[in-house]
Every structure is written in C-alpha cells, then in structure tokens.
Nanobody
C-alpha cells in the first residue's frame, strides 16, 4: 500500500499559478502511475492528468491541456501539478491518486490509493 499526501493548495487570483505536490510513502513509488483529479462542490470527481512511473508518458484532460503540467521526481517520491492561467472554475479539492498500471482508464474508480486532498480556490 502507498500513502499519499498533497500540499500546495490555497487562494489565488484568476490568471495566477500554483504548484501542487504529492509526496508518497510506503510501496515503491517509482513503480506507480500517479494522477491528479479534482472535485468541485456539487460535482463529480474528475480526472485531470496522469503520469507513468518513468515520467515518459503523460495524459491530460482537455479542460486543462496547455495550462496544467504533471511531472515527477522519483528520487523525492513526489509528483507535481503545475497549474497556470487559473480560472474560477478550477476551484476544487485536488487529489493525487496512484495505481500500478498506467494503461487503465481515467475514471476515479481506476485509481487504488488516494491522498486526503488539498483545496484550491481561484477568486479575486
């Protein structure tokens, strides 16, 4: 089992940037694919980005493509989500989640281990 802890959320103005971090412990982190998902109030949890264990493959939701970048540093057991050009509709709780197989689907149910989430609020 892997334990995941997100950080880096906060309040940011529209057009601003934030970098979220997801630190893992437990099971060998470097063997896992890791994704970022979010859940806004009253909405279902949605997939944002996924990175393979090597960092060589990534996948993004259309809603964040070109604005968000996922990356990882296996030496630090950490996955990042760089978020630029933030919009009020990006306001949500952001979660990182891990799984063994990069090639599974992109639904929340396709991820086995979850962090507790970090709040991102985009508002002026």
């Amino acid at each position: 089992q892997v334990q995941l802890v997100e950080s880096g959320g906060g309040l940011v103005q529209p057009g601003g940037s934030l970098r979220l971090s997801c630190v893992a412990s437990g099971r060998t982190f470097s063997s896992l694919a890791v994704g970022w998902l979010r859940q806004a109030p009253g909405k279902e949890r949605e997939f944002l980005a996924l990175i393979a264990w090597s960092g060589g493959s990534t996948n993004y939701a259309d809603s964040v493509k070109g604005r968000f970048t996922i990356s990882r540093d296996n030496a630090k057991n950490t996955v990042y989500l760089q978020m630029n050009s933030l919009k009020p509709e990006d306001t949500a709780v952001y979660y990182c989640a891990a799984r063994g197989d990069y090639k599974l689907g992109l639904n929340p149910g396709d991820f086995g281990s979850w962090g507790q989430g970090t709040q991102v609020t985009v508002s002026s």
